[in-house]
């Protein structure tokens, strides 16, 4: 078994930044603003701060939907959010979030603004708000905010877990690999049993459910999230490759993607949206 030899763990736990690696200025164990900042505002009912980040991209492909759907209440600023540079710890995004993590709305069509932070919570009272991918049939709608929350609860295994060992952290610790890996196909199969006889999470119906899984398990079995595809065998999980497909292919998922968005191609990077021809 792979394992540094010489960890002692401490009684008491202190921070040192040196050994943050590459997420040294995004991680820190107290909360609240380090500067001040004051958050830009556009000229949408909805303003959006955030980043493109499976959790970002969630929130913007829920807009997009909206918008293609025909609600225009659903017009907003996307402001860009960059969290290796420590945006987040500002005053202003810390008074919309005070978790400090992407993506924060504040929603300026009620009578005082509102803020809504975790990407499920947006989702969740975007779908309330608009009447739209949140179904109304009591057991169909218990269902995707089941789909919903079963993500909410399992990203961090996902990402916190298996994305950082396996691709981020400064040295390969086979316990910590071989822990998550586990964990993340046994949620690959469950998607991949539930996909089988279903063609969305919640049932013959595209909602909220899909739209906060897909960035996550979609990406990574797509390749397009840690090149960890092959390492997962992501080619045996069928049905997921399938949904996977068919909700990238939809027009409002491939804007939505793009907005915030700052590394990859050049031409498919949106950094600010505040109009739909922002995204060409």
């Avoid at 005070?98 to 989702?123: H, Q």
């Avoid at 996902?158 to 046994?186: N, Q, S």
């Avoid at 998607?191 to 899984?213: F, K, N, P, S």
């Amino acid at each position: 078994m792979n394992f540094p030899a010489d960890y002692e763990v401490p009684k008491v736990w202190q921070w040192n930044q040196a050994n943050g690696g590459e997420f040294a200025n995004i991680n820190r164990p107290v909360a609240g603003p380090t500067h001040d900042k004051e958050l830009p505002v556009g000229q949408h009912p909805l303003q959006l701060y955030s980043l493109a980040t499976p959790n970002g991209v969630k929130v913007t492909v829920m807009l997009e939907e909206l918008l293609a759907l025909g609600h225009r209440g659903a017009e907003y600023d996307a402001w860009l959010i960059n969290i290796r540079e420590g945006d987040q710890f500002g005053s202003g995004f810390v008074a919309v979030n005070p978790n400090s993590k992407i993506p924060a709305l504040m929603d300026r069509s009620t009578a005082e603004p509102t803020r809504v932070f975790e990407s499920g919570s947006i989702l969740l009272y975007l779908a309330e708000k608009f009447g739209a991918f949140l179904p109304r049939d009591h057991a169909k709608r218990a269902e995707c905010l089941s789909w919903l929350f079963w993500q909410m609860g399992s990203a961090p295994y996902l990402g916190g877990g298996f994305g950082h060992f396996y691709a981020y952290a400064p040295m390969k610790i086979e316990y910590c690999i071989d822990r998550f890996t586990m964990e993340v196909k046994r949620q690959l199969d469950v998607l991949d049993r539930r996909l089988a006889d279903h063609e969305y999470l919640a049932g013959d119906e595209y909602t909220i459910a899909d739209i906060a899984v897909w960035p996550w398990y979609g990406g990574v079995i797509a390749d397009n999230s840690y090149n960890a595809a092959e390492f997962l065998d992501g080619a045996s999980y069928t049905n997921v490759l399938r949904w996977q497909k068919k909700i990238a292919d939809r027009p409002a998922v491939q804007r939505g993607r793009r907005v915030n968005r700052i590394v990859g191609p050049e031409e498919l990077q949106v950094r600010e949206r505040h109009d739909a021809s922002d995204i060409s």
